[in-house]
């Protein structure tokens, strides 16, 4: 079992600065991928951005240039650096982990922090 508990969003202007943190706890053994998602209003969760163990970043179009994922394996934690932030950004975001191990594949996801950002 993996908990996975987000933080660090709000309320902020556009052009403004946020970082989200995920920090994972439980049974962390074997995870593999970990990243954030985001659901707006009436659409669908989309991946933000995804980071591997060894360090491999994938990003969504929309945030590549302004957005950093991050992870510190050590400390079983992932962050999201989002920068230059715009209104479209408003989202739920959801941090996500990928454990992979010899007899079980499993995707766990954190309950969300809201991002808000005004024009």
């Known amino acids: 079992q993996v908990q996975l508990v987000e933080s660090g969003g709000g309320l902020v202007q556009a052009g403004e600065s946020l970082r989200l943190s995920c920090a994972a706890s439980g049974n962390i053994f074997s995870i593999n991928t970990m990243g954030w998602y985001r659901q707006a209003p009436g659409k669908q969760r989309e991946l933000v951005a995804a980071i591997s163990s060894g360090g491999s970043a994938n990003y969504a179009d929309s945030v590549k240039g302004r957005f950093t994922i991050s992870r510190d394996n050590a400390k079983n934690t992932v962050y999201l650096q989002m920068n230059s932030l715009k209104p479209e950004d408003t989202a739920v975001y959801y941090c996500?982990?990928?454990?992979?191990?010899?007899?079980?594949?499993?995707?766990?996801w954190g309950q969300g922090t809201q991002v808000t950002v005004s024009s």
């Open positions: 996500h982990a990928f454990q992979s191990m010899a007899t079980i594949q499993t995707d766990y």
